[in-house]
């Protein structure tokens, strides 16, 4: 069955120093993966999606994540992060599911920068 | 491009009562709407799929009686929390997607969320 896999439930870093988020997906078929990321009390706004071609994708606010078949994975980095990135941010992949085109979404990681 | 409306962004109403959720797509046309529940530093849980003038796709577990999804048209599906008690308190987000073919059709289009609390 498909799912997704964040393994780290809260990350704290300083501000300016690099980030990286972790993702692990399990999924038949060619993935379709995306990086949403959720501010306090808002809904989702994408980050950067994978469908095809070039492994390393880039996204809004200076985010990245590169695909890795072998490792079946799509970290999510940014070199230098800001106050402002502190939020919630989620993993998915699309898949086909009863029928429909439905998102699996993993548990999150939670971000929280210091000053 | 490919905004989503809520409204209400929040309600609060009496145990017993019902209300109802507006979820629109404001520049496309919304071949498929998704509702979401989603508890306090918890990841999303999907309730229910639906596509416009079909009767919704429920998840397992979630009640249909007491989650009414209406998807009347392209731009418009509606979530009514029929006698609402205090557990049906949550975060409740709608999304779309469009026909775009191929994976796109897989990117979903979030709305800002109804946090509902029933007293």
């Known amino acids: 069955a498909q799912s997704v896999t964040q393994p780290d439930i809260h990350i704290t870093v300083s501000e300016g120093a690099s980030l990286e988020l972790r993702c692990n997906y399990s999924y038949g078929a060619t993935p379709y993966l995306f990086w949403y990321v959720q501010s306090p009390g808002q809904g989702l706004q994408l980050l950067l999606k994978y469908f095809s071609g070039d492994t390393l994708v880039q996204g809004i606010k200076g985010f990245e994540a590169e695909f890795k078949r072998s490792q079946s994975s799509f970290n999510l980095r940014k070199p230098s992060v800001h106050w402002s990135d502190a939020a919630e941010y989620f993993c998915?992949?699309?898949?086909?599911?009863?029928?429909?085109?439905?998102?699996?979404f993993g548990q999150g990681t939670r971000l929280t920068i210091n000053p | 491009g490919a905004v989503v409306s809520q409204h209400p962004s929040w309600v609060i109403c009496k145990s017993g009562t019902s209300v109802k959720i507006e979820c629109r797509s404001l520049?496309?046309?919304?071949?498929?709407m998704f509702w979401y529940r989603q508890f306090p530093k918890q990841s999303l849980m999907l309730m229910a799929t639906s596509n416009e003038g079909s009767k919704a796709t429920y998840e397992q577990g979630v009640e249909k009686d007491k989650f009414l999804i209406n998807h009347a048209s392209l731009t418009l599906s509606t979530l009514t929390v029929t006698s609402a008690h205090p557990e049906d308190s949550s975060f409740y987000i709608c999304s779309a997607s469009r026909l775009a073919g191929g994976p796109s059709s897989y990117e979903q289009y979030f709305g800002p969320g109804t946090r509902l609390t029933v007293t």
């Open positions: 998915a992949v699309g898949a086909w599911i009863q029928g429909a085109q439905k998102l699996v």
């Open positions: 520049d496309f046309q919304a071949t498929t």
